[in-house]
């Protein structure tokens, strides 16, 4: 069955640093796909960035890289020069490419940007 | 572009009572998604639409909960009657295509449902 573990329920970092959010995951299938989304205190969930099971490099996006390692199966969330804005909770999620779309969620991380 | 818009932001009721949910896509996008979020946890989908057909409805309770998708367009989720645990954020989400890829969903800021 498919499922997604994020150890980490707290993270701190200060502002202008690097930080690594952890996300492991559970599949027997081999196509599917990774997400990572930013839940701030609004509710709304926002996109951030995708990886598919078969790209061969890490996804990026602005500050926002994935560090995919299939063998491993982590998708670890890596944010550059964290801003105040990026405070929030974070969740990673997957669909499998048979199940028709839908997202399997982490419990989620709650990033704290310290100034 | 607009973005997925969901009404009520807020909603108290009693148990037993009843309770709808409104949802409206983004423009084009074909397929709609209903989520349920409990406190301290990550989304948990309730039910799937393709254009105005169910496409995955397995984790609906379905002996309180129903939902339709008019049209192929607006979404409305009711519950009836409520208990205590299913005070929660009720999410919604559509995307431009279901299924495989990169298929990316885009959410809506959420309904808050407290069950008193």
């Known amino acids: 069955a498919q499922k ?14 690097a930080v690594t959010l952890d996300c492991t995951y559970d599949t027997s299938d081999q196509s599917y796909g990774l997400f990572w989304y930013k839940q701030p205190s609004s509710g709304e969930m926002i996109f951030l960035i995708y990886q598919g099971s078969y790209d061969e490099q890490n996804a990026t996006e602005g500050r926002y890289s994935l560090n995919f390692q299939k ?4 998708a670890n ?5 964290s801003q105040l804005g990026d405070s929030a909770m974070y969740f990673c999620a997957m669909s499998e490419d048979n199940q028709g779309g839908k997202l399997i969620f982490g419990q ?8 | ?6 009404s009520p932001r807020y909603k108290i009721i009693e148990k037993r009572q009843s309770v709808a949910f409104w949802c409206n896509p983004i423009s ?13 946890q990550g989304p948990k989908l309730l039910i799937q639409f ?13 002996d309180r909960f129903s939902a339709e998708r008019l049209k192929g367009v607006d979404s409305t989720l009711k519950i009836q009657p409520a208990k205590l645990e299913d005070s929660a954020v009720y999410l919604c989400a559509s995307s431009l295509v279901g ?6 969903q885009y959410f809506g800021a959420g309904t808050r449902l407290s069950v008193l």
């Not at chain 1, 063998?71 to 982590?74: D, E, N, P």
């Not at chain 2, 084009?28 to 301290?40: C, E, K, S, V």
């Not at chain 2, 393709?50 to 379905?62: F, H, W």
């Open chain 2, 1 to 6: 572009e607009a973005g997925v818009a969901q």
């Open chain 2, 50 to 62: 393709q254009n105005n057909g169910v496409v995955d409805d397995s984790q609906l309770p379905k």
């Open chain 2, 99 to 104: 299924g495989a890829g990169k298929n990316i």
């Open chain 1, 108 to 115: 989620g991380t709650e990033l704290s940007v310290k100034p």
């Open chain 1, 71 to 74: 063998a491993r199966k982590s």
């Open chain 1, 77 to 81: 969330l890596v944010i550059s020069a």
């Open chain 1, 4 to 17: 997604i573990t994020q150890t980490q329920p707290g993270m701190f970092v200060q502002e202008k640093e």
């Open chain 2, 28 to 40: 084009g996008h074909a397929t709609l998604y209903w989520y349920q979020q409990i406190l301290g």
